[in-house]
């Protein structure tokens, strides 16, 4: 008999147990796995440790501490910092669970060892299970009639006649007046000790993961009420195969009481076989290989009743609750790893620059909200011109606009993609067309967020006496001189460049997305003299109180001279120094480094180089040919290694360099405004503005983002839609479908595969079975698309 069967009841006294473990014995657990975990050596996990314990910030350790990190990028730091939380908070609920069942005396050294060896939360759970405060249960009950040495005795007694055997246990005063009631007793008592038995869990969990399928179905009624999600309605897939973006959108469906949701193998046709999880937590438990004969026997009859409570009863409803909490986790942290690159590339869109720019916010009967903003990005003039209905005053919009951009020396415009943007778009092209003076470029800017900005304190602020409709063409002006700049100031999932993202875990998501604006921000680097204390609050060692005390000393004192004039300003410590100085530029200050991204301690190292080949500062800046030849190793010191000096010698061949890319914008076509003016083999150009794991949405000018599903992104295989687009790229896509009535436009990036022919698509007849590999409901293609997308992935 196998010994997962006996009950973690006994005590063992205190002296038979190991130690307690320290707190540095659990920290170096800790960066041993860590190290493992991250393919880095344990003394560049220390490393880092000890930097983020001081209040180092992950962009400063990657940037002007590679020395003591071995140069780990960005991304390692990243996972190493949340893996840190993760396995402390582990440590913290060993410890406590250990002093829970130390203080219960049933603390044995085998279950102090695989306390100790638990590498995951669930793990420890698992085996804390059976020493957990419960409620009063059927099994507790049980016990307290007596019947837990009947169920022991069936185990034990292999010929046993489990009939009179249970009638040695009757206990009429515990309503226990016949052997069938002490055999359910006793039955109750082993699914309870079977269910909390930690191997057979593990066993179990990986065997349904591994070989389990989501089941979704319709709400009985619900079918028209949930007709978005009538690719679900009768739906299943392997646990292991389902990819995020399908499980939110059914846990959608379930959360709206569309969708039932159920866990299990696949379903077998044949009634007599013993469900194949039963017949695992039998053969598990070794309880016996006649279990399931066509003529058992008593007992064998009974242990397999046994071990279909376990499952039926115990098992299956924890395991269908956690797996499907298990596919919701996975799903929301690879949606917030989607949103995540996507903000990384809309953040690191190629700027404008410091150009002249009217921001013109879309309107039909309440106007087009214009604001012009010079080449500093300083509000100089507003103002609302009605082209459109009721007033229909084109003239008089297009001398306001002209004249505006004539008095401000305007060189782009810039247009919401909101409603009314491509009649918008088409006022500003004759205007372009009767003033070709003007020598204006019309670009398209997103719009996401703008309103959320407009009505925030910090738009507030900024612009005091000035109408929340207008903050936002404000907002659209500056967004494309520096997205950077401007997206800063909206809350990050207020974006909108995720999937599903109101239905993720809000604080994992927030803090993904903080981490992406940190990164970016200080990727890029900041003019100390012009940032606003939005886009200062995002530097590295800063907070909102030292952004706000930076603008305040540069409004009462001027523009910073020089990066050491920032230990003036209030509050600003050798601290905030050390962590924000290299991340902060002053372009025309004293010192030309003071605009790289030299850290002001590794100004000696300069200093060094200057030495060495007898020039000025101000003749090596920015001249390649001056450093040419000189190797990092002859600049090093007991401070700075060849890494750090390396980057010095770049940066003094290119200061301020800027990562992000040559601004470029796309054109829409003309005459193409609406849904109704796409045609099937239409060649469009459009810019990306969402990329999601089944495909990427194009924006073609048409006030509805049409869906290149991930089959068509290339000609050839694409297993991650990031490889080949990002959000804000250029491209150009060719019409495949049109489904009016869903508002639904399929596009391909395969230019040279054969146009569809052109068809009716008032609507689509949604009897087609759903296809596994097409996007969820809420932004699908034509099913016509999908069925070929599917048959060619089948190919």
Known sequence: ?????????????????????????????????????????????????????????????????????????????????????????????????????????????????????????????DLYAPFKVKRRTRAQIAREAGLEPLADAILADLGCDTLTLAGQY??????????????????????????????????????????????????????????????????????????????????????????????????????????????????????????????????AKWLADVARWTWRVKLLTMFETEMITRLRESAEAEAIRVFAANLKDLLLAAPAGPKAVLGLDPGIRTGVKVAAIDHTGKLVETATVYPFEPRRDRAGSLATLAAIARRHKIELVAIGNGTASRETEKLVADLMSEQPDLKLTRVVVSEAGASVYSASELAALEFPDLDVSLRGAASIARRLQDPLAELVKIEPKAIGVGQYQHDLNQRELARSLDAVVEDCVNAVGVDVNTASAALLTRVSGLNSTLAKNIVAYRDEKGAFSNRLALKEVSRFGEKAFEQAAGFLRIPNGDNPLDASSVHPEAYPVVERILKKISADMKDVIGNREKLKGLSPSEF?????????????????????????????????????????DLLPGMILEGVVTNVANFGAFVDIGVHQDGLVHISALAEKFVSDPRDVVRVGQTVKVRVQEVDIARKRIALTMRLNDDAPPARSSAGGNGSAKPNRNAAPAPATTGQGAMAAAFAKLKR
């Open 1 to 125: 008999m196998s010994d997962s069967s006996t009950s973690h009841s006994s005590s063992t006294p205190s002296s038979t147990l190991a130690a307690p473990v320290t707190a540095a014995q659990a920290e170096q657990r800790i960066t041993a796995q860590l190290a493992e975990e991250l393919g880095i050596r344990p003394q560049q996990v220390t490393a880092v440790i000890e930097l983020l314990k001081d209040g180092a910030t992950v962009p400063f350790i990657a940037r002007y501490r590679k020395e003591a990190t071995g140069g780990l990028d960005d991304t390692v730091l990243r996972n190493l910092d949340t893996r840190l939380l993760y396995l402390r908070d582990l440590e913290d609920r060993r410890a406590a669970i250990l002093a829970s069942i130390t203080e219960q005396q049933k603390l044995t050294p085998e279950l102090e060892k695989s306390i100790q060896q638990a590498d995951t939360k669930q793990r420890l759970e």
């Open 636 to 676: 090093t010191d007991e401070r700075f290694g060849v890494p750090t000096v390396r980057d010095i010698l770049l940066e003094l061949e290119k200061p301020g360099r800027d990562p992000r890319p040559e601004f470029k914008t796309a054109t829409f076509k003309e005459g193409v405004e609406t849904l109704n």
């Open 170 to 299: 009757l206990n009429p005063d515990a309503n226990i007046a016949e052997p069938k009631a002490a055999l359910d007793g006793a039955r109750d008592i082993l699914a309870e000790r079977y269910a909390e038995n930690a191997d057979l869990l593990a066993d179990m969990r990986t065997h349904l993961w591994s070989h389990g399928y989501l089941y979704s179905k319709v709400a009985e009624g619900k079918e028209a009420e949930g007709a978005n999600f009538r690719d679900w309605f009768e739906f299943s897939e392997p646990l292991r195969t389902l990819p995020s973006h399908r499980v939110l959108a059914m846990l959608r469906g379930r959360q709206q009481g569309v969708l039932e949701l159920r866990i299990g193998l696949e379903e077998s046709q044949d009634v007599l076989v013993p469900h194949p999880c039963v017949e695992r937590v039998a053969q598990f438990l070794k309880l016996g290989r006649d279990l399931f004969d066509a003529a058992p026997t008593p007992r």
